[in-house]
């Protein structure tokens, strides 16, 4: 089936002050690798394509970062964003975003995408990419049998949403009450900048050292896979981070913060913070407080950039030991139920990506 044969791409016009920060869709709130959306930071002026639930919604801007999304509610997109409704005479809107989903789709769509800076998907490209012709019953089976696997994922994801929250309020009620103005550098016992390897050497390449880079800590609290692996050897050893590190993006997307679960190599992009023993939860989850903070750090207006150096200069707000040691204490029970979900939805989200490529190749 021809996606333009089962669907037609949406181009109805809404007011946009009719939207709000919650059904303003964009590619700005739309997360990477299929990772649902965020809140729209601003709703603009204008007009924008009005979405209805169960569209299907496609960034059009750089689609190598995998941004789709199965609409919930009635709404709005961007003219950079791609909205298809599936005629639901002839297929499941559901099953054409999975077919939508997968490895193979996204090869082909970025292999035809127009432009090198800033790359755009073909649209002629999507219409025209034919998914396998199913009954309607056989349609549903398939989404049944997906969408038990992410309806388990959605429960842990809200499950560590609420574990969040939780430590965000023990957090405010423990640690916001006589601070003291104190510099990053005097929180830790040491930062780390990350190196890349030569790629030019494959010899130190596909070991069993997680490479970690910006997009393996997006919407993580943990890093337990990357998509690369380095070898270990003696140029990068002084580099390694170990399960006690706190690892912050400082170049390019500034402010993305993950904990490592054991011994890794981050690239240069990436600050990583040795914190005290007894400490790591505490300072966790006040560097998440302190984004915006870091973020005003950045300087450079093509490519944002924090150097180790002017990191650690970051003034916290630090509280006393005591308050940090008890805080430390109650989220690290949490942190750990976190770390038990984060692990079962990456085993699922494997799960999910075998059944793509069984139905969809």
């Not at 299929?34 to 007009?47: D, L």
């Not at 219409?127 to 012709?133: A, C, M, Q, S, W």
């Not at 085993?347 to 059944?355: G, V």
Request: aromatic share 10%.
């Amino acid at each position: 089936m021809l996606i333009k044969n089962i669907s037609n791409v949406i181009n109805n016009k809404i007011d946009c002050n009719a939207l709000d920060n919650s059904n303003y869709i964009s590619t700005e709130n739309m997360l990477e690798n299929f990772g649902g959306i965020k809140e729209a930071s601003n709703v603009p002026s204008g007009k924008c394509t009005a979405i209805l639930k169960k569209d299907i919604l496609l960034s059009n801007i750089r689609p190598y970062f995998k941004k789709l999304w199965y609409s919930k509610f009635n709404g709005g997109c961007s003219n950079d964003v791609i909205a298809l409704r599936v005629n639901n005479k002839l297929a499941i809107s559901k099953y054409v975003f999975y077919a939508l989903s997968s490895n193979k789709f996204f090869d082909v769509y970025v292999a035809n995408c127009k432009g090198t800076k800033m790359p755009r998907g073909n649209k002629d490209v999507l219409l025209n990419y034919d998914i396998p012709t199913k009954s309607l019953s056989e349609q549903q089976h398939i989404v049944d049998t997906i969408g038990s696997v992410d309806n388990l994922i959605e429960k842990y994801e809200e499950i560590i949403v609420k574990d969040l929250n939780l430590i965000k309020t023990k957090f405010d009620i423990m640690c916001t009450s006589n601070t003291t103005k104190t510099l990053l550098k005097d929180m830790c016992q040491n930062a780390i900048c990350g190196t890349t390897p030569s790629t030019k050497n494959p010899e130190l390449w596909n070991g069993n050292i997680p490479f970690i880079t910006t997009p393996d800590m997006v919407n993580n609290t943990f890093v337990f896979n990357t998509e690369r692996y380095v070898v270990e050897n003696n140029k990068i050893k002084n580099r390694i981070i170990d399960s006690n590190t706190i690892s912050v993006s400082c170049i390019g997307t500034i402010g993305v913060i993950a904990m490592a679960t054991g011994k890794s190599l981050t690239n240069q992009q990436i600050n990583s913070i040795i914190p005290f023993k007894n400490q790591i939860f505490y300072l966790y989850t006040l560097l998440n407080k302190n984004v915006a903070r870091i973020k005003s750090m950045a300087t450079g207006s093509a490519t944002p950039n924090i150097s180790k150096e002017e990191f650690l200069k970051l003034e916290l707000d630090k509280c006393d030991d005591k308050y940090i040691y008890n805080f430390n204490s109650f989220a690290s029970k949490i942190y750990e139920n976190i770390k038990q979900m984060e692990n079962k939805i990456i085993f699922l989200k494997s799960t999910k990506e075998q059944l793509l490529k069984k139905y969809f190749g």
